[in-house]
């Protein structure tokens, strides 16, 4: 089972700043089978990236995935009221589905 | 637009069961396969198996083995999940969600809270 490892656990921001956060696998998985979800509370999670890099339908264009092997990030280029919530990384491709542990992105 | 509607919050106490429905709308059902995933605060997200929506075939993660069954109704668009010998630490949100491909998951449900207490 390949573990994820999100950091920073919080990340407290202003609106308009950058927000980069990172997700470490427990060993090299392809970038071909690493998503982002955005949740916010009450809500279920909402597919922001996938294939490390490929914004989901409807995304803005200020998140950005990237990244290979074991580590990737989500940057988030200048962040907006509604960007802040929490973020998983989770990687899929083949049992078990796995998920990290999510950053909490707050204002400052 | 997909749209995945499921049954409402439920209370349980331990040992007894419960089934979670999930309706699926805006798309052909038997295209796309489901997963459930659950979120309780001590654990953050858990997968929980998939069920094929064509052929009913399942894979379950190895913790729910003999405890969960996934199944679809092809005749009402319906994916179903019962977990069964229910214990107070699996009082979670359940939520249901669309397969893209390969366990991507790009539409989910609203989620259904399930708290088992005596």
């Known amino acids: 089972e390949i573990v994820l490892t999100q950091s920073p656990g919080t990340l407290s921001l202003s609106p308009g700043e950058r927000a980069t956060l990172s997700c470490k696998a427990s060993q090299t998985i392809s970038s071909t089978y690493l998503a982002w979800y955005q949740q916010k509370p009450g809500q279920a999670p909402r597919l922001l990236i996938y294939a490390a890099s490929s914004r989901a339908t409807a995304i803005p264009d200020r998140f950005s995935g990237g990244g290979s092997g074991t580590d990737f990030t989500l940057t988030i280029s200048r962040l907006e009221r509604e960007d802040f919530a929490v973020y998983y990384c989770q990687h899929y491709g083949r049992s078990p589905l796995t998920f990290g542990g999510g950053t909490k992105v707050e204002i400052k | 637009q997909v749209q995945l509607v499921q049954s409402g919050a439920e209370v349980k106490k331990p040992g007894a069961s419960v089934k979670v429905s999930c309706k699926a709308s805006g798309y052909t059902f038997t295209s796309f396969d489901f997963s459930w995933v659950r979120q309780t605060p001590g654990q953050g997200l858990e997968w929980m198996g998939y069920v094929r929506a064509q052929n009913g075939n399942t894979e379950y993660a190895q913790k729910f083995q003999g405890r969960v069954t996934m199944t679809t109704d092809t005749s009402t668009n319906t994916a179903y999940m019962e977990l069964r010998s229910l214990k107070t630490d699996d009082t979670a949100v359940y939520y249901c969600?669309?397969?893209?491909?390969?366990?991507?998951?790009?539409?989910w449900g609203q989620g259904t809270l399930v708290t088992v207490s005596s």
């Open positions: 969600a669309r397969i893209k491909y390969q366990l991507l998951l790009d539409y």
